[in-house]
């Protein structure tokens, strides 16, 4: 950290040089993020104005009122409450399972040495990398052929329940978090769990009093990244859920086109209200968001 | 890297860093780790062989039973036919399936070059992209956090939804597009999602403003942790501004780099959700992965062609994945 704090300056440290030298990648980057916000900006301001008004003036018009109608409109007629609460359903517990399961596996395999840990690694890495779509057909027959009874799942299997899909969503993201959270663990000492053995602590204990409140930060970070991943996540919920009223709102919001017809305004709106959750999360945990994408990559 | 690692609690520190030098460390001391392994295992009481049996079994039992089994099956599959309804109807086909999706399936060659297409944008474009903004905004530039926060914006929405803003802004009628190039209204307004000449790359600009952003903030952190004496040297040494980042700096990124190449290839296997959204993967959008869900889901039925279809995908996806894992995981074993 001091020789980072020391050369700095040296670097940057040419006053007026540097500073006109900035003037094109100023110009460059405005120009970048003026088109990187096109698209938000105009679903924004569509989602705004009320159909009448867009009608009447055509959409690239600054005429006509605005307000909120379109997302009320959305949240209650077009079932975004629902859709939302039906993520909420999935996201929670998929990320505490997958964190849970993932510190436990990342415990086993870099605080114990046996035989197969970097073999078991491995798998978990490689199922993480496949395309969903690989085990999407055995996947929903193998859920279609879980006989259950009717008062748990209406469908007799457990297609069209959470559970296939937080079930599905568990079983991808694990596989990520282990590797970070495996590399994670390996640097923290060792000393540490051996002292806790002389003390006769079990290997319970060891994992959940000990490793696991130091990796706070690495938790932290990889839940922001989870409840992202699986809140964005469009293909099982498609894959797994017919009934239109138990989707996620990920997912939900492939249906808007048809359900709202050519009201675009009414669709930017939802998607709009889609964003939210996301921007909210972005806004407050940027740095956990950015901590977790970054420490699955910085492994050579 | 020797000051991270020196103390990896910290939010900030490189535990992967720390992990190498770990593991360097008990190369060079083989004996004596192997003499502690050995010491650790005898100390495990029976109640603790059953606790990590527990928590190594778990994991590995979801992870068999959701993820590599389906995998099998899906392999399985493809030499069969099958309607998907009863499991006693799978009859065997041979390499039927292959043969029907090479010669008489006419979106399985389109999707392979889509797929192609899709790699090369991000891997020639969107990734180059990504890696410029991440050198401009790694400068000490006044308003840095500020520019990132707008590139990172889309990294944070899912594809689906991508597709669906970005619908808003191509629509032939409605879209900003077509105002801005003075053609909305006219015969001349172009349905960029909806015309199977242009919709691929339509898409695939869509696809980039998310892959950009991505791509930017793993070289920003990738930056962060080039030793800034090497820079010093390179300068001192006389190299410009470019022949220190192309000879020095991005060399020295090489772990970013591999999972860079990683991501990008898997992400335009994995480019479903987009096409999915705009037609379902059909009239110019043709992908592999839709081209799997569409023979899955639906009326007709064919599970022996989606499997086919899927093992395609599979096949190409264990390229860049083998790749990875050797890169990842071969000095581990040697080790």
Not at chain 2, 76 to 81: G, I, Y
Not at chain 2, 240 to 256: E, L
Request: charged share 15%.
């Amino acid at each position: 950290m001091s020789t980072i704090a020391r050369t700095r300056p040296v670097q940057t440290g040419k006053p007026g040089k540097s500073g006109k030298r900035h003037y094109g990648t100023h110009i460059f980057l405005i120009a970048v993020a003026a088109l990187w916000l096109v698209p938000l900006v105009w679903s924004m301001y569509t989602a705004l104005r009320p159909k009448a008004d867009t009608d009447k003036y055509g959409y690239f018009s600054f005429g006509g009122s605005f307000g909120f109608n379109n997302f009320v409109q959305a949240w209650t007629q077009g079932g975004f409450s629902k859709y939302f609460l039906n993520a909420v359903l999935i996201t929670v517990p998929a990320v505490v399972f997958t964190l849970l399961f993932a510190s436990m596996m990342a415990f086993a395999v870099s605080r114990v040495s046996w035989k197969f840990n970097v073999t078991l690694l491995i798998m978990f890495t490689a199922g993480n990398l496949l395309p969903p779509q690989v085990l999407a057909a055995p996947l929903f027959e193998m859920f279609k052929h879980v006989s259950l009874p009717y008062w748990f799942s209406d469908s007799g299997n457990l297609l069209n329940t959470y559970i296939a899909v937080i079930l599905a969503d568990t079983a991808f993201q694990i596989g990520f978090c282990t590797f970070v959270l495996s590399n994670y663990m390996k640097a923290l000492p060792s000393d540490l769990t051996e002292a806790a053995l002389v003390d006769g602590a079990g290997i319970w204990r060891q994992y959940w009093s000990i490793i696991l409140p130091l990796c706070r930060p690495a938790l932290a970070a990889l839940g922001t990244l989870e409840v992202i991943f699986i809140y964005n996540d469009f293909f099982w919920p498609l894959l797994f859920i017919q009934s239109g009223d138990r989707l996620p709102i990920t997912t939900a919001i492939n249906n808007l086109q048809g359900q709202f017809l050519s009201d675009y305004n009414l669709i930017a709106a939802g998607a709009m209200i889609t964003l939210i959750p996301t921007l909210i999360i972005y806004l407050v945990l940027q740095r956990q968001f950015v901590a977790g994408l970054t420490l699955g990559s910085s492994k050579g | 890297m020797s000051a991270t690692a020196e103390k990896p609690a910290s939010p900030n520190s490189d535990p992967p860093g720390g992990a190498r030098e770990r593991q360097q460390v008990s190369r060079t001391a083989v004996p004596a780790t192997a003499r502690k392994k050995r010491g650790r295992v005898r100390r495990l009481s029976r109640r603790d062989k059953i606790v990590l049996g527990v928590m190594v079994g778990l994991p590995t039992l979801i992870q068999l039973l959701f993820v590599w089994l389906p995998t099998l099956f899906s392999i399985a599959l493809s030499f069969t036919r099958w309607n998907g309804l009863d499991v006693s109807d799978i009859r065997p086909a041979g390499t039927d399936n292959y043969e029907f999706i090479s010669q008489n399936y006419p979106p399985f060659w389109p999707a392979i070059q889509h797929n192609v297409l899709w790699l090369a944008f991000l891997a020639l474009i969107a990734t180059p992209l990504g890696l410029l903004l991440a050198v401009l905004l790694d400068q000490k530039i006044r308003g840095s956090k500020i520019y990132q926060s707008i590139f990172f914006t889309p990294v944070m929405l899912s594809l689906a939804l991508i597709g669906i803003i970005w619908q808003l802004f191509y629509n032939r009628d409605s879209g900003l597009l077509n105002y801005l190039l003075g053609t909305a209204g006219t015969p001349q307004a172009v349905d960029w999602f909806g015309d199977s000449n242009v919709n691929i790359w339509a898409a695939m600009i869509a696809a980039t403003w998310r892959h950009a952003g991505y791509v930017m903030i793993l070289y920003l952190a990738g930056l962060k942790g080039v030793d800034p004496s090497l820079r010093e040297a390179a300068s001192i040494d006389g190299a410009n501004a470019v022949q220190t980042f192309f000879r020095v700096v991005f060399p020295a990124m090489r772990p970013v780099n591999i999972v860079i190449v990683v991501i990008t290839i898997i992400e335009s296997l994995r480019a479903f959700d987009i096409v999915y959204v705009i037609n379902r993967g059909t009239n110019g959008l043709e992908l592999l992965s839709a081209l799997v869900i569409q023979n899955l889901i639906g009326e007709g039925q064919v599970i022996g062609v989606g499997s086919a279809l899927a093992v395609v995908l599979l096949v190409i996806s264990l390229v860049p994945i083998v790749f990875y894992l050797i890169r990842t995981f071969g000095k581990e074993k040697e080790a």
